[in-house]
């Protein structure tokens, strides 16, 4: 079964920051898109950020752009997400997920992380 496993989640201040990762064992995901995706409770599952095989091209939700960042070491196998000025609505679990190309639709993912939770307090 194929691993993507996310870390980094947690509780944190409105206008903190967080890093999330996300690595997986699967050297035939070195070359697939990673994206970020969140699920805050009762809503549905909403993209946050894409990274193509090579790092060179990136895109983000409106909602959190200029805020986060998404990059990836690929001789680590891992994805990053690094969150700035935290908002209460950031609150979520977040997922990520691995895809033969760098798509902002959820349903083009075949491979997802169990998920980390990231909680913004006031």
């Known amino acids: 079964q194929v691993q993507l496993v996310e870390s980094g989640g947690g509780l944190v201040q409105a206008g903190g920051s967080l890093r999330l990762s996300c690595v997986t064992s699967?050297?035939?995901?070195?070359?697939?898109?990673k994206a970020w995706f969140r699920q805050a409770p009762g809503k549905e599952r909403e993209f946050v950020a894409v990274?193509?095989?090579?790092?060179?091209?990136?895109y983000y939700a409106d909602s959190v752009k200029g805020r986060f960042t998404i990059s990836r070491d690929n001789a680590k196998n891992t994805v990053y997400l690094q969150m700035n000025s935290l908002k209460l609505e950031d609150t979520a679990v977040y997922y990520c997920?691995?895809?033969?190309?760098?798509?902002?639709?959820?349903?083009?993912?075949?491979?997802w992380g169990q998920g980390t939770q990231v909680t913004v307090s006031s």
């Open positions: 997920a691995a895809a033969r190309a760098a798509y902002s639709d959820s349903t083009q993912y075949n491979y």
């Open positions: 699967e050297r035939f995901l070195a070359n697939y898109g």
């Open positions: 990274i193509d095989w090579s790092g060179s091209m990136t």
